[in-house]
């Protein structure tokens, strides 16, 4: 003899136990995430999918069926969400404005102390940092040596330092 399922009125199913899904899913996700009723819709558009399937046997009772689809539908909204939230990147902090108006001010101090330096130091600073040249570059462009224009910018950052530390 052939098991057949019983037959099912899917109308009466979805009037019995969506209150039961969505309390199960209010509580497991939260009543003030916004998704909650999405996937309260989802989970009763797999029951009767899987009912009118003939996924549902009746080796168990429909309300122990549909709670089997409530739990995994929740765990998988559950893990989708924490992949979402994982793959999404940190926001950058806000800049301090104590930290920023320190910046500021050590450039304005740094600028001033440079302009204070003679022209063939503040020549090797503008070529070596701020136009980023290479110190063959430098030396080309000064015709001095690679090793002279070291010697420079090390002087003059020796001179900074003690321009800006008094």
């Known amino acids: 003899m052939e098991y057949r399922p019983p037959e099912i009125d899917l109308n009466e199913v979805v009037v019995k136990y969506r209150p039961v899904v969505s309390f199960k899913v209010k509580k497991s996700l939260g009543a003030q995430t916004p998704d ?3 996937v309260v819709n989802e989970v009763i558009t ?13 080796e168990s009772s429909i309300g122990t069926f549909i709670y089997t689809i409530t739990s995994r539908r929740i765990v998988d909204h559950i ?4 992949k979402v ?9 806000l800049p ?9 001010e050590r450039a304005r101090i740094l600028a001033e102390a440079i302009q204070q330096l003679k022209p063939k130091f503040k020549e090797v600073l503008n070529l070596y940092y701020y136009q980023e ?3 063959g570059e430098v030396a080309q462009r000064l015709g001095i ?3 002279r224009v070291s010697e420079r910018l090390n002087y003059a950052q020796k001179l900074l330092r003690k321009m800006i530390k008094t």
């Open 96 to 104: 301090d404005p104590c930290k920023d108006a320190e910046s500021r």
């Open 79 to 82: 893990r989708q969400k924490t």
């Open 36 to 38: 909650w009723e999405d």
């Open 85 to 93: 939230l994982r793959s999404v990147p940190e926001p950058t902090p």
């Open 46 to 58: 797999q029951v009767i999918e899987k009912v009118k399937k003939g996924e549902f046997r009746g």
């Open 133 to 135: 040249l290479s110190r």
């Open 145 to 147: 040596s690679p090793r």
